[in-house]
């Protein structure tokens, strides 16, 4: 079983839609989790960090489920600049990061 | 102030040869980690260095080692290269503060081609 694991997509939406998608992990130790956005043939960057209360950033709310060990993420108001593949990331109780295979998203005009 | 740097961009290498890759911390830094993504795959974890020592390891074969020199910067080495091991190569950086690893940056990666 892998690590982590994601709907690969891809999500297809026009432009003002809210999109949502979720991973789920099999560590029950991990401690920290994360998506990064990852553009293109681009590297992995940090959008946001995702904490047991639930939080958000603008357009963009992360939730955690420990008891299911699923995380989720939900966009607003789709921008076209919103399209890119989300990785959904866990550290565990070491140093690594482990990545989903990420969730591809496309806003159209 | 400069992000995590990795040199070089692109390399085309011939099955058999070995590689060297190199990466520069972000400013402050003092941990690099490396990952391989293959296509349409998420990162996959070679290993990290931490005081110039591995202070962990994914599940790569020998083939993959690594260094960190005493101003972090970090190389990868992969000998006796194979067509699967085309990918990009992704080193990050983060700092170690106590009993927290703060966010990882990654650099643009360095793209292998085997043939």
């Known amino acids: 079983r892998k690590e982590v694991e994601q709907d690969p997509g891809p999500f297809n939406v026009p432009e003002g839609a809210t999109v949502a998608f979720n991973c789920t992990y099999s560590?029950?130790?991990?401690?920290?989790f994360f998506w990064y956005r990852q553009d293109c043939r681009k590297e992995p960057k940090l959008l946001m960090s995702?904490?047991?209360s639930g939080n958000e950033d603008g357009r963009f709310t992360a939730q955690l489920n420990r008891a299911s060990q699923y995380i989720s993420l939900l966009i607003r108001d789709s921008k076209l600049s919103d399209s890119a593949t989300y990785l959904c990331v866990v550290r565990g109780n070491d140093y690594k990061l482990s990545f989903g295979a990420g969730t591809t998203v496309t806003v159209r005009a | 102030d400069a992000g995590v740097t990795q040199s070089p961009t692109h390399l085309i290498k011939t099955r058999g040869q070995q590689v060297t890759l190199r990466c520069s911390p972000k400013s402050g830094h003092d941990t690099v980690s490396w990952y391989q993504q293959a296509l349409g795959q998420g990162p996959q974890f070679i290993f990290q260095?931490?005081?110039?020592?591995?202070?962990q390891r994914g599940n790569f074969p020998d083939r993959f080692s690594g260094h960190q020199f005493p101003n972090y910067s970090s190389e990868l080495n992969v000998n006796a290269l194979l067509l699967g091991d085309s990918a990009l190569y992704l080193c990050?950086?983060?700092?170690?503060?106590?009993?927290?690893?703060?966010?990882?940056?990654f650099g643009q990666g360095t793209r292998l081609t085997v043939v």
């Open positions: 995702v904490y047991s």
């Open positions: 260095y931490y005081e110039e020592e591995e202070r």
């Open positions: 990050a950086s983060s700092l170690e503060e106590r009993d927290r690893v703060t966010e990882a940056f």
């Open positions: 560590n029950s130790a991990s401690q920290s």
